[in-house]
Structures are given as C-alpha cells and as structure tokens.
C-alpha cells in the first residue's frame, strides 16, 4: 500500500518568514496530493490540493509543488503570520480524491513572534 | 448548509465493550470516509461507503465494521474494543459525481478506552 512519509515533524520560523513542508509517497498510482491543517482540538481542514497532471498551484500565501518522477511534493507557505500555527498534514489518494488518504504524520508548525 | 456532523463527542467505554459512532455527511455528499487519529499522529483511513457498500478499507481488524443509510448517513462500530483502540475517529464526506471534490472533515469523536 501508499506510505507517506513527512518532513520535519516540526518547524520553528519567524513571523514574516517562509515556512516549507516536504512530504514523499511511494505509490506511483496516487493522484491526488491534499494538504490539511488542523488547529489544537479541531478538525482537519483543507487548505489546497493538488492533481498529478499540474506541477505548482498557488492560493494567495499558500502553494504546493509536485514532482512526480521523485515522487515529492510540498507545501510553501510564505509571509507567515501567527494564526499559521498548527498542526500541517499531508496526504496522498488515487482515484483522482474518491479513494481513501493516506496521511503523513504531520508537521507542528511554530510561528515565532 | 451543514457540514459534517459527528456524534457522540467524546465517549469513555471499558476493554471488551462495543461501540457505534455516527456521521451525517456534508449536504451533497454521498460518499463517507472513516479515519483512525491517534494522539500526535496523522489520520489512518479505516474503510469508505458509497451506496450503502464498503467499498474501499484499510488496514484495521474486522472489529471495525461500518454501515451507510439510505439518507447517506454512516455509522462505525467497534467490537471488544481494545486499549489500543483509543483515538479521535474522524469522518469525511465527498460526492463522487463531481469531479475535483475533497474530503470534508467532521470534528471527530474522541474515544477513550478505560
């Protein structure tokens, strides 16, 4: 089955700066790459998503590369501001996102003041 | 327009006991997803229904068995629960008719096995 692996498990950056996640699955059949936060307490929420057939999507201070021969992707975030702080997971599916995810262990993200 | 409700949200059961949690999916959606979060660790997908059928799982025990209603709503039972067993239990929804739709996450079960 998909295995994804996440890096690093934690990231301490300041305020202002750019903050970026890495992730690697092993499955080569998997299409659909989403990212999730998750504040303490609460339910994942989606904050982009990404197909095999695109490289790079960008949403305002959020964006995700996706490198399919290495099988890579990541998240970049820059001008990162306090409320950026939580819990980041990624995750991998096929089924262009119908099928179940397999998540990495996440990334605690630290905005320093 | 609701998004994914989950019932109960917290629930203390003994080793050896059964349990059922609840979800209603988002409206729209007809397809639920069930995921397994331990403490500090990301989400593992337990099983998928789409028209009252599993139709995809995991790797978890038969201990884990689900239904989904004709209103698209789904149920995840628990048999003999196990220490082990404890963690916040996610559901999801999505509509397979659409195309590019993601899973919307409900706020969890949390369960706790004493």
């Known amino acids: 089955g998909e295995n994804v692996e996440q890096h690093p498990s934690t990231l301490s950056v300041q305020e202002g700066d750019s903050a970026v996640i890495k992730c690697t699955y092993s499955?080569?059949?998997?299409?659909?790459f989403p990212w999730y936060k998750q504040e303490l307490g609460k339910r994942p929420q989606l904050i982009i998503d990404?197909?095999?057939?695109?490289g790079e999507k960008k949403d305002q201070r959020i964006a995700v590369t996706l490198n399919k021969t290495a099988k890579h992707f990541s998240l970049h975030i820059t001008e990162t501001q306090p409320e950026d702080s939580a819990v980041y997971f990624c995750?991998?599916?096929?089924?262009?996102?119908?099928?179940?995810?397999?998540f990495g262990k996440g990334t605690h993200l630290i905005i320093q003041p | 327009d609701a998004g994914v409700t989950q019932s109960p949200t917290h629930l203390i059961k003994t080793r050896g006991q059964q349990v059922t949690l609840r979800c209603s999916p988002k409206?729209?959606?007809?397809?639920v997803s069930w995921y397994q979060q331990a403490l500090g660790q990301g989400p593992q997908f337990i099983f998928q229904?789409?028209?009252?059928?599993?139709?995809q799982r995991g790797n978890f025990p038969d201990r884990f068995s689900g239904h989904q209603f004709p209103n698209y709503s789904s149920e995840l039972n628990v048999n003999a629960l196990l220490l082990g067993d404890s963690a916040l239990y996610l559901c999801?929804?999505?509509?397979?008719?659409?195309?590019?739709?993601?899973?919307?996450f409900g706020d969890g079960t949390r369960l706790s096995i004493l």
């Open positions: 499955d080569s059949a998997s299409n659909y």
């Open positions: 409206s729209g959606h007809d397809t």
């Open positions: 995750a991998a599916g096929s089924g262009g996102g119908a099928d179940g995810l397999t």
């Open positions: 990404i197909r095999s057939n695109v």
């Open positions: 999801a929804s999505s509509n397979s008719g659409t195309s590019n739709q993601p899973q919307h």
């Open positions: 229904y789409y028209e009252e059928e599993e139709r």
